[in-house]
């Protein structure tokens, strides 16, 4: 895992990364007038990012955006960081200095984090992982306007979005969701949160009927987590509740997914549940003095002898009864479990992210998160401020009355699918039965994997929604 330090100044043998702006003194910097020449050219013909090379060390120059709006300054430069990270591994630095030559006091921590994030690896599985290895250890910040407590802020953050990207490459042969729930204990431990672990038995016995049926066609058995953080002082008179769809794998069931490139990616269908343990070993880590929850339902959904099938009736938690049309939408069907069983909590707030629909990936691709539900609008708006702190931006949907009509059953009192007409808000209507309180429904389902590069969120797991609820339950306070 990498480190990240606050530091009081530069080491004269040290590589060195400075951000700076088109203003900034370069005379001031450790550079020879030869170096100084060659730097002012560069930045005359617009490079955004200079390499000089001294030979025992490296400085790089990235000159920062100034005029957009500070979220995207902040993103753009990130994005600069992930950048210069191909030179940082290329040149095997085990340590680098970042120093802060610009009156942004954001930059540091940004580029901190874009060049944290950019050399995170999944590399478990190959025999020369050793060779593979990024040698980047240390990141040292000087600046004097960041803060300790900022560093290791984002020293937790990257931590929580390094294990949520782990648990989401993991294939289903180690991950199954008896090993997440493994998984959540050590990561509770780390951090302080605690675990309780329901077994099948005990899901029985709750009539979980959507999370039962969901699993009737695996092998391994389900699970159902409940995380707690629940300090000694917290701001809020009800607690806020997480929940994370945890399907580890999703062949379709009977409903099968065609096979060209349909189920190679699908071991990420449980990166809703990742979003939140991460999010709750960062809160946690942090000590921040709120109360929450996280509920994480969690199976495999296989085609196999006693599969739940099409045209199935299912008795959920809550009472109602559900005819199943499509066993490939079963997401819903274990969440629905996992909100209803959130009524006894009397939450004050209730966030869900999900991989669910392949609609809302196709409605805006992996450039957001797909936002709906019955929040008051000042809570979705500050959802969204943070949705652009960390550049996971929020697109609202409609969420109107008459969807609800689209998923009316004649024979029970809903069913799982909607038809092709607004697939992703169907699927969050079905999931609104299941609530009686403020909720709101994340859909991940475009930017959770990636199976291309895309600057500091690299290809795989991207450990979406970490971040995102991280800022919003640090600035929650301020509602």
Known sequence: MIKIYKQDKLL??????????????????????????????????????????????????????????????????????????????????????????????????????????SSYQFIKYFKDKKKKENKLKEIKIVCPYTTTQQVEQLQIIIEAVFYSRDMVNEPVSFLNATQLTTEIIKIGKKAGFTTDIFNKKKIEALKM???????????DQPTFSVLEWKPAKY??????????????????????KPTKDSMDAMKSDMAGASAVIGAMYAISKAKLPVHII????????????????????????????????????EGRMILADALSYAKQYKPELVIDLATLTGAAHAAIGHFGIVEMGNAKQKIVDKLKISGNNVYERIVE????????????????????????????????????????????????AGPAFLTSSDSYRGNGGTGVGVRLLFDFIQNYCNL
């Open 235 to 256: 701001i809020n008179k009800k607690p806020i509740i997480f929940v994370g769809k945890g399907v580890v794998y999703d062949t379709g069931g009977l409903s099968l």
């Open 294 to 329: 996280g509920l994480i339902p969690a199976t495999d959904n296989r085609p196999d002898g006693n599969a739940y099938a099409p045209g199935d009736v299912v008795n959920m938690h809550d009472g109602s009864t559900v005819e199943v049309l499509n066993t490939d939408a």
């Open 209 to 219: 009927g959507g999370l039962i049926a969901v699993n009737k066609g695996s092998v």
């Open 397 to 444: 949907f409609p969420f109107w009355e008459e969807y609800e009509e689209l998923i009316k059953s004649e024979i029970a009192d809903l069913k799982n699918i909607g038809g092709r007409t607004g697939g992703a808000i169907t699927a969050g209507k079905f999931l609104e039965h299941f609530t009686d309180y403020q909720y709101i429904h994340l859909d991940i």
């Open 12 to 117: 004269t043998d040290e590589s060195v990364i400075y951000i700076i702006n088109k203003d900034t003194n370069i005379n001031n910097l450790r550079f020879s007038k030869t170096e100084i020449e060659y730097v002012k050219k560069k930045i005359k013909d617009d490079d955004k990012i200079i390499s000089v090379n001294h030979f025992f060390k490296w400085s790089y120059l990235i000159v920062s955006e100034q005029k957009k709006e500070p979220y995207k300054v902040n993103e753009s430069t990130r994005k600069s960081a992930a950048k210069l990270f191909s030179s940082v591994k290329e040149h095997k630095h085990s340590k680098i200095f970042i120093k802060n030559c610009t009156n942004n006091k954001d930059v540091s921590i940004a580029f901190a984090e874009g060049l944290a994030l």
